[in-house]
């Protein structure tokens, strides 16, 4: 099979099979800023007449030209932009929006342990820069979708913390109306189809959302996250061969946080590099540090251009880690402490700091602001599901069939 090695940022090498070729574009930005322009993107109560008017100036081989009128609010900086330097207000929302899925799991384990909690709960601590990457190369209308450890990935796509955490705890007011739980968190407004349980589950799924917008004739991609455990389910080659068939909008994001569940990739796995997974069909494969936002923004974005050129699926393996077990009940005995160790000296939170405090000299007043706000925003989630209520009896059996009368209660 054929490929072109493109050289491309961060050392990355995009494996793709002739005759698709990236088309290069460039973007000016302007700006409108109301008072609070020193705020950062992904703070809360920016006010309405912030916006940012974004103008692309594209090759004629890829989109026609547009403009997009946004809230800092509901997308990230610098959109479309494949960089080896991004800017001060990208590093701003990524650590905002890195440090509030950081804390809110961090919390999220506290009230488990308290049982305020129950079942099962999967943080997502350590993975925190696949999420910020992802957002910065995707539009508020595209869709994601991953697996259990999904609470992160719902908060930074628009699912709000207070809802999310409502819907840990199981109250009427959760995202879920309380009949999830940690698992299945779900914000179909923002485009976040889920929170799936059963392991590759929600592969299908995402092909499934990707085939629904072509077939409505959008220009929205589809992401659809899945663990390193979930590339041994038979629904990844099914569904890989239909994808590529069909030339589906879809980005397949494997967060291979080498473990699964508790055991090696190494040990479950012939093909140790996950991405060439792809070869079989000949779909576009990488692999991204993901430890990186930075690189997970470069990948990412190659891959929904490449969806939204018409050139169907790509395959990236995000490696990753997770700094907790694979759930709350895990004792992690198949790694040791100094590997975890080792991996939180690559932390994305420390280096999204580092690089704000060294090349853009952000003050440590400022970086006290946002943590403030986001401790604020974690302590009003936290007092918003204690005082929620529980669901009514009578929701028990709602939500059950699509018809509201249908006759599934036999007396």
Known sequence: MAYHNLGVQNNLKLRIPKPF???????????VVGEDSNRSPASVGVPDDRKRELQFEMS???????????????LPPKLYTLATKFSKETYLYWYELMLLLRRFEEKTGQLYGMQKIRGFCHLY????????????A?????????????????????????????????????????KGGSMHIFGVDVGFFGGHGIVGAQIGTGAGLAFAEKYKGTNNVALCFFGDGAARQGMLHETFNMAMLWKLPVVFICENNNYAMGTSVAR????????????????????????SPEDVHNAVLRAVNRAREKGGPTLL??????YKGHSMSDPQKYRTKDEVEEYKEKDPIDHVLRVLKDEYKVTDEEIEVMNKRVKAQVDESV???????????????????KQEDYPFIMD
């Open 268 to 291: 479950t796995s012939n093909v140790l590099d996950l991405y060439k997974l792809a070869d079989a069909y000949d779909m576009p494969g990488d692999s991204v540090d993901g430890m």
């Open 60 to 74: 004629p081989f890829f989109l026609p030209y547009f403009n997009l009128r946004i809230s800092p609010l509901s």
């Open 21 to 31: 070729f990236w088309v290069h574009f460039k973007l000016s930005q302007r700006q």
């Open 317 to 322: 393996e995000v490696k990753t880690y997770r």
């Open 138 to 178: 995707t539009t508020p209308d595209d869709k994601f979708i991953t697996a259990y450890r999904c609470h992160a990935l719902a908060i930074a796509k628009g699912v709000t913390p207070k809802s999310t955490l409502a819907e840990l705890y199981g109250k009427a007011t959760g995202c879920s109306k309380g």
């Open 383 to 401: 007092q918003f599901a204690e005082e929620s209520p529980w669901p009514d009896d009578n929701e028990l059996l709602k939500d059950v069939y």
């Open 125 to 136: 601590i350590g993975q925190e820069a696949v999420a910020a990457g992802c957002m910065t």
